[in-house]
Every structure is written in structure tokens, then in C-alpha cells.
């Protein structure tokens, strides 16, 4: 079973930055997608960045202040969220597409989120 953990929300003021980390454990083969996604009640999950071995793509209201980054090794992915904004408050979700094995299925999985709350 695969499970991604979450860590680094919390509460902020408007100009601040917070760094989120989330780790994949269980049985992991290869890591083809990691992304961070963001949920604000009521509204559909929306994708923030996401990084493949093609490249890395962000959302218009991330670019030139959150970064994304990978650590293979360590089956990590991180959000580095700098000039932080009342807009970006909501849960952030972890996502990877992964193999178990070496048959060639791949499997989706999301973290449970961590609640990201800006204050103005």
C-alpha cells in the first residue's frame, strides 16, 4: 500500500512563505508525476505545479513565487511558497502517479491535505 504524508501548513501573514513537503512510502516502484494541487471549500481542486522527468509546470498564480522540487531518493516532492497572498489560502494536496512494480500500470494517489491559511 502507498501512502503520501503531508507536512508544513500553517497559519501565515500576507508576505510570508512556507515551504510544504510531502513523502510517498510502501511499495514504490518508479515516481513518473508529483504535483501539488490546492482545494478551497466549495470549489474544484485546481492544479498548482507539477513536476515529470519532461519538465515542470505551474499554475498562472504560482509562477514567480512558489517552486516546485523533487527528490527522487527520498520520494519526496516540496512547494516552496514565497510572497504569500489571502488568495492562496486552502488545503494543499499532495498528487503522484506511480508504479508498484515493474509491469507498466500506473496508479494515482493523493495526500490528505494540509490547510494553508493566509492572513491579511
Known amino acids: 500500500q502507498v501512502q503520501l504524508v503531508e507536512s508544513g501548513g500553517g497559519l501565515v501573514q500576507a508576505g510570508d512563505s512556507l515551504r510544504l513537503s510531502c513523502a510517498a512510502s510502501g511499495n514504490i516502484f518508479s515516481i513518473e508525476s508529483m504535483a501539488w494541487y490546492r482545494q478551497v471549500s466549495g470549489n474544484q481542486r485546481e492544479l498548482v505545479a507539477r513536476v515529470t522527468d519532461k519538465g515542470i509546470d505551474y499554475a498562472d498564480s504560482a509562477k514567480g513565487r512558489f517552486t516546485i522540487s523533487r527528490d527522487n531518493a527520498k520520494k519526496s516532492v516540496y512547494l516552496q511558497m514565497n510572497s504569500l497572498e489571502p488568495e492562496d489560502t486552502a488545503v494543499y494536496y499532495c498528487?503522484?502517479?506511480?508504479?508498484?512494480?515493474?509491469?507498466?500500470?500506473?496508479?494515482?494517489?493523493w495526500g490528505q491535505g494540509t490547510q494553508v491559511t493566509v492572513s491579511s
Open positions: 498528487y503522484m502517479i506511480l508504479q508498484t512494480d515493474p509491469r507498466p500500470y500506473k496508479f494515482q494517489y
